[in-house]
């Protein structure tokens, strides 16, 4: 059974500053999507990273997957206000020619002034 | 416009009537998705479908029902049987083994 982990699951910064959410999980899979929730919101797609070494970059925000060690990492970089979500990994587990998604329990992060 | 639409936003109900939460997509999609939040939680997979006619349980499918009879539309029951259905629900919808597209879920309160 895929299982995915994240942490840190608060995470209280001050603008500026960097920090990483990490993600790891449970069986091989090369299918990692990262994702931003606001509250009382839906889910808003940020990364799909489809094989070992992917790394992409939006803004102030950098993801990146190692399929051999099983993790994902979201870095971001000098941190603003407007960040302050929950953050999501999902692991695609294709099955019968659909992926299900299995998430992890988020990240609340939260950028102080 | 192309995307997903539920509805209805929120959602109250008394303990023991069953209530259906409907998804639509005009994205051309064949496979859609229902999702459970919890607070603090990330999404569990309650039913996905891959076509038309047919579905599949997922991780807490008890309590649930769903129904496929076309392409555009997937709509969710929550039975007087599920327990604890108070949750923010979430519908997707993708090509086939492709990146899931999320609605803008329905707030459920059974009270």
């Known amino acids: ?113 | 416009d192309g995307g997903i639409t539920q509805s209805p936003k929120y959602l109250f109900r008394k303990e023991g009537q069953n209530v259906t939460l409907s998804c639509e997509q005009n994205l051309n999609h064949d496979a859609m998705y229902w999702y459970r939040q919890d607070p603090g939680q990330g999404l569990r997979l309650i039913y996905y479908s891959q076509i038309v006619n047919d579905f599949q349980k997922g991780d807490i499918a008890e309590g649930y029902s769903v129904s496929r009879e076309k392409k555009e539309s997937f709509p969710l029951t929550v039975t007087s049987a599920q327990k604890n259905p108070t949750a923010f629900y979430l519908c997707a919808s993708s090509i086939r083994g492709y990146e899931q597209y999320f609605g803008p879920g329905t707030r459920l309160t059974v009270t």
């Not at chain 1, 797609?45 to 094989?51: A, D, I, N, Y």
Request: aromatic content about 10%.
């Open chain 1, 1 to 113: 059974e895929l299982k995915v982990e994240q942490n840190p699951l608060f995470l209280s910064m001050q603008e500026g500053k960097n920090y990483t959410i990490y993600c790891n999980y449970s069986t091989t899979s090369d299918r990692l999507y990262w994702y931003r929730q606001d509250p009382g919101k839906s889910l808003e797609s940020l990364f799909v990273l489809l094989s070992n070494g992917a790394v992409k970059q939006e803004g102030r925000l950098m993801a990146s997957l190692d399929t051999k060690a099983r993790l994902s990492t979201l870095h971001i970089t000098a941190a603003v206000h407007d960040l302050s979500a929950t953050y999501f990994c999902a692991v695609g587990d294709i099955q019968g020619g659909s992926e299900k998604l299995v998430f992890g329990k988020g990240t609340k992060l939260t950028v102080n002034p």
